[in-house]
């Protein structure tokens, strides 16, 4: 990763974010998105019958290159032959060669795009003259609600029946603890008239309207809400009327990614007891009451490989357009499966073997399967990277930025940032020049000294590691030619989360040299062996603490009403041991970790998985915690304001200490193409489920 840094931004250096003169009242909040800033995506299309003649696979890049483009769906002739007219009041008299309607990323936030691509692409597409007609007519489809910054919103999974839009959307708070605030609206295209489907206090994700339009599907918690999963989801499959969401009714248990082969044929994934992920059939009953018992339920697909986010068209009911993780290929790559033979066929792999390709989606008439991937052609390139990115914010006079490296922090000044680099403590200047390795061992979390410039503390050694295991708190002088690296810490234990407080004097950390993860206090200069205060005390894990601007106060996540639970509220505690009390908590058994204070110390940036997920984790690349989002919340313990909205794992936030412009780096979204992981617990060497420590929560980098 260092060597990607040193590509960011020579060409748009003029475009970063510029400090600003004082905004009264403004901020700026810099995170991290595990691994997000590493990929982005585009929507590509294959024929169906693609193998006909593998040695020229006619894969089609249809979206545009420039953005995060993923989760397509092909509008039906019907429903797309008037869309153009519609959207844009101009009659054409030709029809485009795709259509498509998406989810495209800008400035961090998703919405959800009409694409209509005249000639130009593809091996045999026609040329026509660009002076006659638009190569690409993009339309926002949401345009009016994204404008809204109180509805800064995660949007998924559209699809189109007739003049309505029905998609996903996180822009309701449901006012519930440890909630998903994802729930799907229609919204009809003509009238601009939007509706949500979803009952009030439910979450539903992957929506799926039926062939007809009058049914959609759902894989939903229901009522019995968000239980915490990350890998498979305990979903079940719900159906409703699309036109206005009643006669809702469970049509099975334990199922996600629903889609429809005719009005009363429902395919979608489920692990089964064997933990291949597998595509099921269940179908509804054509005469009276439709029930969970009335339900017929059939597994399609075999033990012995990963077979998940099923699509069909109605045009051919037996073909399933599917991806894979076969045990032999550590891609996931998308296959059709034949439900009467069964039989596979191969797809992507014979056009890009090592990139993985996502949640598939069927043209009506059957001929064409779309999905999406990385773009490029999976080989590294070299290329532009941004170290900040934009996220466009919900609140006004904050700004957000999504940041490429883990546990960053700024110095006092505000003009550099330390960050962690697994391995390796690096340095670089806030508009991205000289990058450089200020220790080389591993090392995690960051903090510079207020007073002594220069002075940046870290952890040295392993992240996530047991509480036996060493870790030192070290400080390393940046500025000075000889670097100056002392380590503060002499137990030889596992101590972390160095914050110094406002005057340079003392530095508060968590150890685990009595077996069990207190705060501490030592002298920031000499270190343990002038001594060392504790500051709690009690077999669970106090971590991760910051120590407030105004010195008052010191903030940090603990499980001590959980011990071992995997569960981290927020407290507050004064220095001197006393006022302990209770900032934040996520629910029962929910997770708030990494708080770090608002220059004014007024206010509080932390992650939590308050907002539940918003989309399925199968559907995306690894993330070990896909709901991390970005909160704020007041000492006071008012004024909770939820930042992020995406599926993603944002964590490890810090303030600017200036207020920092956001800026349009929409145009410049140009990075590595595949540089991301798939899902772990799709990988078959390591089926059982690999359980992270909860000490230490948060995006990391993978080495
Ligand atoms: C945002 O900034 C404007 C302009 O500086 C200021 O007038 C306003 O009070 C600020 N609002 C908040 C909520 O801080
Ligand atoms: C299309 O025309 C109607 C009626 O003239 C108008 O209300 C609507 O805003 C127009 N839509 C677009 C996209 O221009
Ligand atoms: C502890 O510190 C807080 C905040 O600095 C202060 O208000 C309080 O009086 C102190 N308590 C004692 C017993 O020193």
Redesign the pocket.
Known sequence: MPSLLLFFLLHFSSLLPAFSAKVSGGHSIVFTTLGRSFYAFDIYTLPADANKNPSLPDEILITDGQYVNFNGYFPSSTSSSSLISLLTNQSHSFTPDFELVYVTERNGISTIFYDAVFGGIGVSARRRSELEIPHRLQIPLLDEEQKNEARVSFKDRPSLSGDYLVYVSTHEDPRESRTSWAAVYSRNLKSGLTRRLTPYGIADFSPSVSPSGIWTAVASYGEKGWAGDVEELSTDLYIFLTRDGSRRVKVVEHGGWPCWADDSTLYFHRRGDDQWLSIYRAILPSHGEISLDSVIIERLTPPGLHVFTPATSSANKNLIAVATRRPDSSFRHIELFNIVTGEFKELTKTVSPNSHHFNPFVSADGTRIGYHKCRGDGNRRKSNLLLFETVRSPVSNLSLFRIAVSFPSFSPAGDRIAYANFPGLYVIERDGSNQREVFSGAAFSTAWDPVRKGVVYTSAGPDFAPVSSQVDIISVNVDEEERNIKKLTTNGENNAFPSPSPDGKWIVFRSGQTGYKNLYIMDAVEGESKGLRRLTEGQWTDTMCSWSPEG?WIAFSSDRENPGGGSFDLFLI???G??LRKLFQSGLGGRANHPNWRPDGKALVFTTDNAGISGEPVSNPHHYQPYGEIYTIKLDGSDLQRLTHNSYEDGTPTWSPRYINPVNVESLYDVEPCGFEDCHWLNQNNKAHNHVSPVLTGPRCSP
Request: aromatic share 0%; charged share 15%; net charge negative.
């Open positions: 008052d004064h220095p001197n006393t006022g």
